[in-house]
């Protein structure tokens, strides 16, 4: 019997293959022999996109989620105890139906705990067919809180960190570094199809939430 494990190794074995990546893993899925692959087999990136949702116990079981903020953060340090420098990446939803102000200062916290590389945020839209749909009305957050506090979510960033990329171009060139975000970077044309180390930093022309940077 195989696992993902197991593929994970095979698929890396592949030649020409540099990098090996995939998305959006359950955090009940990652296994020691999972863990073991990702530190191993130099082809997988040093990435882990580990949806999050909330930082609520109480709200990811109204959200059937199936694990606790605690199981949440005994994945992560299994994660990054065996992969130093691994980038994580998440995703959150904010207002779903009954978050109280409790319950999203507890998300608040674990991304202040966890300190993740990126995350998707998004304010809650009912879809038909879902559970949230049979909740009572009365659960609904208001648009105004739900834009605060969404705003409050947005307000962390990372900065003033460095990454290994693969360079192309496309009038800048650009790099894809193992956590997935595109990079616009000012370099030589000799560096397409290399590997380069950049560096994040702020520039105010760009705005707050916009990053460049120069390879190294």
Known sequence: THDFADLLRAVSAVDGIRRVRYTSPHPNDFSDRVIAAMAE???????VHLPMQSGS???LKRMLRRYTREEYLDCVARLRAAIPGLALTTDIIVGFPGETDEEFEETLSLCREVR??????????MREGTPATRMPPEWTVPDAVVTERFDRLLATNTIGTCTVLLLAVIGFLTGRPEFLDLAL?????????????????HDRKLGEQRRRGEAT
């Open 41 to 47: 087999v130099p082809e997988v990136c040093e990435h």
């Open 57 to 59: 116990t109480s709200m």
């Open 116 to 125: 993740f590389n990126d995350a998707f945020m998004f304010k809650f839209s």
């Open 185 to 201: 970077v000012y370099g030589l044309l000799n560096l397409v199809g290399t590997v380069a180390v950049l560096k994040f930093f």
